[in-house]
């Protein structure tokens, strides 16, 4: 099984809707991300949090929401979806064993929106 | 500003030749430098992790070097066949602050048969 899931893989809906992407992790990291792929853009940070008390802002949160629900559960809600929200969306995780180190990150599958 | 610059035009080369991919960065100082592979419609996958005070970093066929006067990594692949066609990110780590990996855009590597 995945260590990273992501769920749904595909999505079509809306301008104006509301949208929830899931992330679960079987790893055991405290850490998970999402991020949102557009071509030539390369991975953009929307929010990451630490541990499930610590969510913070990444570099394009505007317009996005997310819940950490449990160590292995972090949401990404998408409150009015618009069209230049369609994109691919990555959920990953990482471990964290004290400051002063780099942690790979591991990444799911990805979810492709499309809002219309 | 800061930016993190990879060559957005593909690389291609020939099967057996060494592929080399570059990573500028301008305003940043990374403690660490982490290169990823991405296959189309697939997440990243973490191929090696460098840090400052390390001028080269191998596994494999894989070589990384940083240079952080230049501001530069270099990401070599020695040996290349065509399973190693695929885009390569580079990321950097921070010594402090947010302490989350900032992506390059990423260079696509197709190697010819």
């Known amino acids: 099984d995945a260590d990273v899931t992501q769920t749904p893989r595909n999505r079509i809906t809306k301008t104006g809707k509301r949208i929830m992407l899931e992330c679960s992790q079987t790893k055991g990291h405290d850490r998970m991300y999402w991020y949102r792929q557009d071509p030539g853009l390369g991975l953009r940070l929307i929010y990451y949090?630490?541990?499930?008390?610590?969510?913070n802002k990444g570099e394009i949160s505007d317009g996005y929401s997310v819940s950490r629900q449990a160590q292995a559960k972090f949401s990404l809600s998408l409150e009015s979806a618009i069209p230049n929200q369609t994109a691919l969306y990555f959920c990953?995780?990482?471990?964290?064993?004290?400051?002063?180190?780099?942690?790979?990150?591991?990444f799911g599958p990805g979810t492709r929106l499309t809002v219309t | 500003s800061q930016k993190i610059e990879q060559n957005s035009e593909a690389l291609n080369i020939q099967e057996g030749k060494t592929a080399t991919l570059t990573c500028n960065y301008t305003n940043y100082s990374p403690a660490y430098l982490q290169w990823y592979r991405q296959d189309p419609g697939r997440g990243p996958v973490f191929l090696l992790l460098i840090r400052e005070n390390e001028k080269e970093k191998r596994k494999e066929r894989l070589k990384v070097t940083f240079d952080t006067t230049l501001k530069q990594s270099l990401f070599h692949i020695t040996a290349s066949q065509p399973a190693d066609s695929a885009t390569y990110l580079c990321?950097?780590?921070?010594?402090?602050?947010?302490?989350?990996?900032?992506f390059g855009s990423g260079t696509r590597l197709q190697v010819q048969p």
């Open positions: 949090s630490f541990d499930v008390k610590d969510i």
């Open positions: 990953a995780t990482s471990d964290f064993r004290g400051t002063g180190s780099s942690y790979e990150q591991y």
């Open positions: 990321a950097l780590d921070m010594k402090s602050g947010r302490r989350a990996l900032t």
